[in-house]
């Protein structure tokens, strides 16, 4: 039987605060970068350029935060699973969170090496302007605008699996796993 802090998220069965404000920061700066990129589509080319801009200083925001999240993981295991949790939801649970900080060094890696070979310098929110990291390529750049779509296409489809597992542990199989990542 599984303990009140195993199913309840309490006590020592929680993430450190920093590891719990840093998934919803990259989480939130994710949906809405997908957001941005899928929503502009179509949008006349002031307001598109205006939210690409805004995509692409997120993108770099969440590489940084992805790498702070690593480090600060390296540092600070993450609480045990509770005992209800079958031990094959677990590894998939484990392959999952590896897929995830791939994708988050990944996708906006291939966007920076995207805009680089564009020869489209990467503002960041106005303060300072991202060096470049590869010099122009036009043939570079139409191969990582291709792979940057299909990462963050693989990233929105792992993003929607993640939550819905979140939402079926938590309502249907009642194991309180949210609580364990609840910044309240």
């Not at 205006?50 to 935060?65: P, Q």
């Not at 906006?108 to 390529?137: E, H, K, Y």
């Amino acid at each position: 039987m599984a303990t009140l802090a195993e199913t309840t998220g309490t006590a020592g069965s929680r993430y450190t605060k920093v590891a719990i404000w840093l998934h919803w920061l990259i989480g939130l700066a994710v949906i809405a970068n997908i957001g941005l990129a899928m929503l502009t589509e179509g949008l006349p080319r002031e307001t598109q350029r205006a939210a690409m801009d805004v995509h692409k200083a997120l993108g770099i925001a969440v590489l940084v935060l992805t790498v702070i999240r690593i480090l600060w993981r390296v540092g600070h295991k993450p609480p045990p699973l509770p005992a209800a949790i079958p031990t094959w939801q677990q590894w998939l649970g484990k392959i999952t969170h590896v897929l995830f900080y791939v994708l988050l060094i990944l996708l906006p890696l291939s966007g920076w090496v995207w805009m680089s070979a564009a020869d489209r310098p990467i503002d960041f929110f106005g303060l300072f302007t991202i060096p470049t990291i590869v010099a122009p390529n036009e043939g570079l750049a139409d191969v990582m605008h291709d792979r940057h779509e299909v990462l963050g296409l693989t990233m929105l489809a792992l993003a929607a699996v993640h939550i819905l597992a979140a939402l079926k542990h938590q309502f249907v199989d009642r194991t309180g796993l949210i609580g364990r990542m609840n910044p309240f």
